[in-house]
T-cell receptor
């Protein structure tokens, strides 16, 4: 089974621009979560999508948004980029079978550098 | 807000030594997971512990979930350079949300 794929792997943007990151979950998985990882803050939860609906949301400003398509692929968008948005953005997919212990499988991440 | 703390933050040891890293919280979790992350990659799940007091062994790695389901430890016996990486614990809340600790960065020198 193919793992979680994220594109692009690396990205350089300038302040004020916007960016869209893509995540393809493991086949059959319906849950996709996004995380931001920085050396100072560690792994922080952004949001989770399940069956095209946002199910959970972390404490990030509205500049961070996402969506999920009918094939479970997900995109994350950050508008009006700030220097502090430089981070590794990780996507994780899960089967989310409800009532059972959830296991997340992480992709390799997209490293975003904002100049 | 549910927080997880990990200690130590950094650990550098010689090959063959034993080590223990800790994950603590004031909150109760339905389960707790340990991940290892290598540079340029996403975290990879090592184990999930579910029952308070549970001990799981994975080759040279031993994981324990505290009786009160608030803390956990990871013990590595005879560490090898291949064990080098960032070890993350993640608490799974009863709402099925994940809360990650800041990680312990382990370096095993040959």
């Amino acid at each position: 089974k193919a793992g979680v794929t994220q594109t692009p792997r690396y990205l350089i943007k300038t302040r004020g621009q916007q960016v869209t990151l893509s995540c393809s979950p493991i086949s059959g998985h319906r849950s996709v979560s996004w995380y931001q990882q920085t050396p100072g803050q560690g792994l922080q939860f952004l949001f989770e999508y399940f069956s095209e609906t946002q199910r959970n949301k972390g404490n990030f400003p509205g500049r961070f948004s996402g969506r999920q398509f009918s094939n479970s692929r997900s995109e994350m968008n950050v508008s009006t980029l700030e220097l502090g948005d430089s981070a590794l953005y990780l996507c994780a997919s899960g089967a989310s079978v409800g009532g059972l212990q959830e296991t997340q499988y992480f992709g390799p991440g997209t490293r975003l550098l904002v100049l | 807000t549910q927080l997880l703390e990990q200690s130590p933050q950094f650990l550098s040891i010689q090959e063959g030594e034993n080590l223990t890293v800790y994950c603590n919280s004031s909150s109760v979790f339905s389960s707790l997971q340990w991940y290892r992350q290598e540079p340029g990659e996403g975290p990879v799940l090592l184990v999930t512990v579910v029952t308070g007091g549970e001990v799981k062994k994975l080759k040279r790695l031993t994981f324990q979930f505290g009786d009160a389901r608030k803390d956990s430890s990871l013990h590595i016996t005879a560490a090898q350079p291949g064990d080098t990486g960032l070890y993350l614990c993640a608490g799974v809340t009863y709402g099925q949300n994940f809360v990650f600790g800041p990680g312990t960065r382990l370096s095993v020198l040959p």
